[in-house]
């Protein structure tokens, strides 16, 4: 495989990111004393900052490796949908995909963090499901994007009341028409919804709670295969790719069943290790890599991004540099 000619294809692709977008607000400072009104620190403001998040990370990833990421999603018609706004397109990223509703807020995760230790989360959010009109408008804008000229489509869900299941049938339909590539990263509450996608990616606690079953990866591997399979009876999907955590991936298609370890790294913040693998794989996927080098580069760029603080999106050339060594070991 010629990496180089990898990754300029990477460039090339042109990938819908729907799902549930945030804004990931950062108020950083100093700790050096107890309030004398409650035992809590007081924090000495030195740095705000915010970000964009949710499955707009993933759409940062994907533009991080050269891509072209077309997000779209709901935000309200507040102060925080015009910051979101602004932050895509500070990026470079277009607004054509975002719809503005009067019933919804925009959703904003502010982390409090003092002498850099995590010590308070504020949660803006009100989570509802979009109403009927709001599926409609959604659906629409998806068709037009997808009339514009795809390559693969992220159903990134994060349970915030976006992909109903009238959305992703809906738009899994829309894509089976142009025989475009979907990609799903899943929460529990729609598991199931996501019938004939092309490749399924749960982490290891979302398949067991969104089938129900336990047991431990490590010595009972059967049953972790077992539950895979039963997915697929379900799910009738082209490629199952699960998360392990510090276990590595796991990936089932018609050619493989295939494990991959983790690489020993200095973990700093798994944050937003989802997202960079779904994107990554998506991007694989619409180039046509094998499954289990799909599996590889994704597995690759998952860990390293564990290696940063924050949630930050892939670095392309620190990723380049790694899947060379993986080709030429």
């Known amino acids: 495989m010629n990496v ?25 400072g100093s700790v050096d004393r107890v309030s004398p009104e409650a035992p809590v620190p007081i ?57 503005k509703s009067k019933d919804r807020t925009t959703i904003i995760k502010t982390r409090v963090i003092g002498n850099n230790q995590h010590l308070l989360r504020i949660d803006e959010e009100q989570i509802e499901v979009l109403t009927t009109q709001e599926e409609v408008l959604l659906i629409e804008k998806v068709s037009k994007i997808i009339e514009s000229g795809l390559d693969a489509i992220i159903l990134e869900d994060y349970n915030k009341g976006l992909l109903t299941p009238t959305v992703i049938r809906s738009v899994i339909n829309l894509a089976r028409e142009k025989n ?8 529990k509450d729609n598991f199931f919804e996501y019938e004939g996608v092309t490749l399924f990616k749960p982490n290891l606690k979302e398949l067991k709670e969104g089938l129900g079953v336990s047991f431990d990866i490590v010595s009972q591997r059967p049953s972790f295969e077992a539950a895979v399979c039963k997915l697929e009876e379900r799910l009738k999907n082209e490629i199952s790719f699960i998360t392990l955590s510090e276990y590595g991936v796991f990936i089932r298609s018609e050619e493989t069943n295939h494990y991959i370890p983790a690489h020993l790294r200095k973990i700093s913040d798994v ?7 779904i994107a990554v794989a998506t991007l694989c996927l619409a180039t046509n890599v094998s499954v289990e080098m799909l599996a590889d580069i994704s597995n690759l760029a998952g860990g390293l991004v564990c290696e940063v603080s924050g949630v930050v999106p892939i670095d392309k050339e620190m990723l380049r540099t790694e899947v060379l060594k993986l080709v030429e070991a």
């Open 271 to 277: 944050s937003g290790a989802g997202d960079t693998v």
């Open 180 to 187: 475009i590539p979907v990609s799903v990263d899943p929460k």
């Open 4 to 28: 180089d000619n990898l990754f300029k294809k990477f460039q090339e692709q042109r990938i819908l990111v729907l799902g549930d977008v945030m804004i990931d607000a950062y108020l950083r």
């Open 43 to 99: 924090v000495n403001l030195r740095k705000s900052e915010e970000r964009l998040g949710g499955a707009a990370n993933v759409a940062l990833n994907l533009l991080a490796m050269g891509a072209k990421p077309i997000l779209c999603a709901f935000v309200g018609d507040d102060s925080g949908g015009n910051t979101f706004s602004w932050l895509l397109q500070k990026r470079g990223m277009s607004t054509d995909g975002i719809l």
